[in-house]
């Protein structure tokens, strides 16, 4: 049975026995260990195969709980050598689950359910109600009532699935307390059995749009995969289920969003095929994407850091889209080939190369005009200094990302002081997220309203929600 209370935060660690998938006869005592920051681990009392054998893709155990454990991509990291001549060796999993069976080695499922921070949030539903009964002649009393079931769902038809968000809770009772927990599981339930690695790529990019939809990072809590249903008494079936565990890439503090920029239920009114749309421009601004979240996620530590990223993903998102040049490249191979050609003969071979290099790149718009043309968007969108973007702002923004990128003195006093990078960091973090849901089909006054109760974004807003802002930054 899998212990309701461990999930990707927690750690833990289960004794058992151990053998390859293939060799069920020769079976080894161990103990599987799971951090959060450093993945699962398993060590064995004794040699698994005569034979030294290196990666194991697959192994299989049982724990003294009775849990089916089932270990993917096992790498061997050390042996150490006991009196006796008796072998303790270590490895690391890429992944383990632990359930109520064995998955076949295809690894395949029927649907998987997800959790992560704030998904309940999305909902904005109250699962538990409380309310004082009379007892009679014994006193008073309370009663508690608990919803559970459908919540709300989304078909994804490029991907071949549906997306189902179910209201679960999990409850524990002794004469004197009550142990109560309601919490909302992002179901995907593909037209055909899928493999892990499936269900762990769709379920990531399901956790993606919602931080999107948050603004914020949402660390993954919990995968389970489910298989189908096994008889195990007259009348009486069992659902196969297993718990994934796994380093999961984005940190594990909490966010400080409450308040998602577009609920769940709006999608299933206004927007159903979203999630298409999502499938489909993930992929072509995956890099956009990538770069955005590492900002979010504070994988950062220095001001400058965090703006250079956030000045990268924005030339990567108007280039996708705004893919023009500044002329045709008929007319710019003439134009490079004219220049390389004016290097005088002599010029050492490093200073050429540098310089045919530089050339290469001119035909692609300046940070400058694409900063100019995405504010004169933003304008025709939103109206005058949208979202605090001045025109204005936009040679500070320059002048900033060329000295970080060079260092060079005579800008170091034209640049931006490290709590206006920090602002403008945060801005143009804003400025993308809503960009990027607009891509998909959300517009820019439906993030509005949520953009107003963003715990970092607000500050964007003005006491109206209408977009505004701070003054020039300097």
Same mark, same amino acid.
């Given at each position: 049975?899998?212990?309701?209370?461990?999930?990707?935060?927690?750690?833990?660690?289960?004794?058992?026995?151990? $053998?390859?998938?293939?060799?069920?006869?020769?079976?080894?005592?161990?103990?599987?260990?799971?951090?959060?920051?450093?993945?699962?681990? +398993?060590?064995?009392?004794?040699?698994?195969?005569?034979?030294?054998?290196?990666?194991?893709?697959?192994?299989?155990?049982?724990?003294?709980?009775?849990?089916?454990?089932?270990? +993917?991509?096992?790498?061997?990291?050390?042996?150490?050598?006991?009196?006796?001549? *008796?072998?303790?060796?270590?490895?690391?999993?890429?992944?383990?689950?632990?359930?109520?069976?064995?998955?076949?080695?295809?690894?395949?499922?029927?649907?998987?359910?997800?959790?992560?921070?704030?998904?309940?949030?999305?909902?904005? #539903?109250?699962?538990?109600?409380?309310?004082?009964?009379?007892?009679?002649?014994?006193?008073?009393?309370?009663? =508690?009532?608990?919803?559970?079931?459908?919540?709300?769902?989304? %078909?994804?038809?490029?991907?071949?699935?549906?997306?189902?968000?179910?209201?679960?809770? #999990?409850?524990?009772?002794?004469?004197?307390?009550?142990?109560?927990?309601?919490?909302?599981?992002?179901?995907?339930?593909?037209?055909?059995? /899928?493999? +892990? /690695? $499936?269900?762990?790529?769709?379920?990531?990019?399901?956790?993606? *749009?919602?931080?999107?939809?948050?603004?914020? &990072?949402? &660390?993954?809590?919990?995968?389970?995969?489910?298989?189908?249903?096994?008889?195990?008494?007259?009348?009486?079936?069992?659902?196969?289920?297993? !718990?994934?565990?796994?380093?999961?890439?984005?940190?594990?503090?909490?966010?400080?969003?409450?308040?998602?920029?577009?609920?769940?239920?709006?999608?299933?009114? !206004?927007?159903?095929?979203?999630?298409? !749309?999502?499938?489909?421009?993930?992929?072509?601004?995956?890099?956009? =994407?990538?770069?955005? *979240?590492?900002?979010?996620?504070?994988?950062?530590?220095?001001? %400058?850091?965090?703006?250079?990223?956030?000045?990268?993903?924005?030339?990567? *998102?108007?280039?996708?889209?705004?893919?023009?040049?500044?002329?045709?490249?008929?007319?710019?191979?003439?134009?490079?080939?004219?220049?390389?050609?004016?290097?005088?003969?002599?010029?050492?071979?490093?200073?050429?190369?540098?310089?045919?290099?530089?050339?290469?790149?001119?035909? %692609?718009?300046?940070? /400058?005009?694409?900063?100019?043309?995405?504010?004169?968007?933003?304008?025709?969108?939103?109206?005058?200094?949208?979202?605090?973007?001045?025109?204005?702002?936009?040679?500070?923004?320059?002048?900033?990302?060329?000295?970080?990128?060079?260092?060079?003195?005579?800008?170091?006093?034209?640049?931006?002081?490290?709590?206006?990078?920090?602002?403008?960091? @945060?801005?143009?973090?804003?400025?993308?997220?809503?960009?990027?849901?607009? %891509?998909?089909?959300?517009?820019?006054?439906?993030?509005?309203?949520?953009?107003?109760?963003?715990?970092?974004?607000?500050?964007?807003? @003005?006491?109206?929600?209408?977009?505004?802002?701070?003054?020039?930054?300097?």
């Amino acid at each position: 049975m899998i212990d309701g209370r461990r999930d990707l935060t927690t750690a833990f660690e289960c004794n058992g026995y151990f $053998w390859l998938d293939d060799d069920a006869p020769n079976v080894v005592a161990g103990t599987l260990r799971y951090h959060p920051e450093t993945g699962s681990s +398993l060590e064995l009392l004794g040699r698994l195969h005569p034979l030294e054998i290196g990666t194991i893709e697959l192994l299989r155990g049982v724990s003294s709980k009775n849990e089916k454990l089932t270990l +993917l991509n096992c790498i061997p990291q050390r042996t150490q050598l006991q009196q006796g001549l *008796f072998e303790i060796k270590h490895f690391l999993c890429e992944v383990a689950l632990v359930g109520n069976f064995h998955p076949e080695p295809t690894l395949t499922f029927q649907r998987s359910g997800i959790r992560f921070d704030k998904l309940d949030h999305w909902l904005k #539903s109250d699962y538990v109600k409380t309310k004082p009964v009379s007892e009679g002649d014994i006193g008073r009393g309370l009663g =508690i009532a608990v919803s559970a079931g459908p919540q709300g769902a989304l %078909e994804c038809e490029r991907g071949g699935y549906k997306v189902h968000l179910e209201a679960e809770y #999990s409850s524990r009772a002794d004469g004197y307390n009550v142990e109560l927990n309601a919490f909302t599981t992002l179901y995907i339930e593909p037209d055909a059995p /899928r493999d +892990l /690695r $499936w269900f762990l790529d769709e379920g990531g990019s399901l956790r993606d *749009f919602a931080a999107l939809c948050f603004g914020s &990072p949402l &660390p993954l809590r919990s995968v389970k995969l489910l298989g189908g249903q096994v008889s195990i008494a007259d009348g009486i079936t069992m659902t196969e289920v297993v !718990a994934a565990f796994f380093v999961e890439q984005a940190p594990a503090t909490p966010s400080r969003a409450s308040y998602p920029l577009i609920m769940f239920r709006r999608f299933e009114l !206004a927007a159903p095929g979203i999630l298409s !749309a999502w499938h489909e421009k993930r992929e072509q601004f995956q890099e956009v =994407i990538d770069l955005v *979240f590492l900002v979010l996620y504070g994988h950062h530590t220095r001001p %400058e850091v965090g703006f250079l990223l956030i000045m990268q993903a924005f030339e990567a *998102f108007d280039r996708k889209v705004n893919p023009g040049t500044l002329t045709s490249p008929e007319k710019f191979k003439e134009v490079y080939d004219a220049m390389v050609g004016a290097i005088p003969q002599g010029t050492p071979n490093d200073l050429r190369q540098k310089m045919k290099a530089a050339i290469q790149y001119a035909n %692609e718009p300046s940070l /400058r005009k694409r900063l100019k043309l995405f504010h004169d968007l933003l304008v025709s969108l939103v109206g005058s200094e949208p979202y605090g973007f001045k025109s204005s702002s936009i040679e500070p923004l320059v002048q900033t990302r060329n000295y970080y990128t060079h260092y060079p003195e005579d800008l170091k006093d034209k640049i931006l002081s490290p709590s206006s990078t920090v602002r403008e960091t @945060d801005r143009f973090s804003m400025l993308l997220v809503v960009c990027l849901l607009h %891509e998909i089909g959300v517009t820019l006054d439906q993030t509005r309203n949520g953009l107003f109760l963003h715990d970092k974004f607000r500050r964007f807003m @003005d006491g109206k929600g209408a977009p505004a802002g701070p003054e020039t930054p300097t």
